[in-house]
């Protein structure tokens, strides 16, 4: 089934790969700081039917397309670089350090 909205996300881009690329990196991410990183009003946050009730949706490729059809991200070449940007997500959003074994 087709995503609602695909052809405004390729309008974005000069091509299907660089939209494949910029969904995938923004969903990595999303799932990296717990999606806290955000661009998304509570109200735009997709959802998904359970059984239990709507839930938000757990999958980040689906938050990234949605991120980018709100207009709120940005496309292209001149933009931060990703390392810099890490550091400062980093410093806005830490996460604990994963605890290592103890090689008892």
Same mark, same amino acid.
């Given at each position: ?6 052809? $405004? ?6 091509? $299907? ?7 995938? $990196? ?11 990183n ?17 839930k ?49």
């Amino acid at each position: 089934m087709a995503e609602p909205g695909i052809d $405004k996300l390729l309008s974005l881009t000069d091509s $299907k790969y660089r939209l494949t690329v910029v969904v995938a $990196k923004r969903a990595q991410q999303l799932l990296r700081y717990d999606f806290k990183n955000t661009v998304l009003e509570p109200s735009e946050i997709p959802r998904m039917r359970t059984l239990e009730g709507e839930k938000p949706d757990p999958n980040p490729v689906t938050w990234a397309m949605q991120e980018l059809r709100t207009g709120r991200l940005e496309i292209g070449e001149g933009l931060i670089v990703e390392d810099r940007l890490n550091r400062f997500l980093d410093q806005l959003y830490p996460r604990e350090a994963a605890e290592l074994p103890s090689a008892e």
